[in-house]
């Protein structure tokens, strides 16, 4: 059986430039954020991790509120609020990464986030699903169900 809707042109042009927005935004050093740069508005998140010259991506991901998510929890929680840090603490080539202090210290030291404002949950949604299908991030992805 086939699908019989297709995506509209309209629909991938406004991914595409949500896309264009989060990678040309400017990057944020961890080590330099301050809570209240953050908004409190639901977006979409990218954290990367310095390589030479390059980024290596990290993570994508949505939110309500982007500065409770990128801040409170990625940067400042535990290790059930902020999965990166466990994916971090899990990855046997980061040795010096052993509980969730030292992950802290290993995201303000390497990492950057930029993000973008979302308003709607669904846009949030695709977006997410998009980006993270375009960079195939390093973490966030998990077995299904």
Do not use: Q
């Not at 050093?29 to 030479?52: H, K, S």
């Not at 010259?53 to 990625?74: A, P, Q, S």
């Not at 603490?89 to 040795?95: G, M, Q, V």
């Not at 973008?116 to 998990?142: H, S, V």
């Amino acid at each position: 059986m086939a699908i019989k809707k297709k995506p509209s042109e309209a629909w991938l042009n406004f991914l595409v430039h949500r896309y264009d927005d989060l990678v040309s935004c400017r990057r944020i050093p961890y080590i330099l954020l301050e809570r209240r740069m953050i908004p409190e508005v639901p977006g979409v998140y990218l954290i990367t991790a310095r390589n030479g010259r390059y980024e290596d991506i990290y993570y994508v991901g949505r939110t309500k509120n982007l500065r409770h998510r990128v801040y409170d929890n990625h940067l400042m929680g535990s290790l059930g609020s902020a999965r990166l840090k466990k994916y971090l603490i899990n990855d046997k080539r980061l040795t010096r990464v052993k509980n969730r202090y030292d992950a802290k210290e290993f995201i303000k030291a390497n990492c950057y986030v930029r993000w973008i404002e979302e308003e709607d949950m669904r846009n949030r949604a695709a977006i997410e699903g998009y980006i993270t299908g375009l960079l195939f991030p390093k973490y966030g992805l998990y077995e299904e169900h």
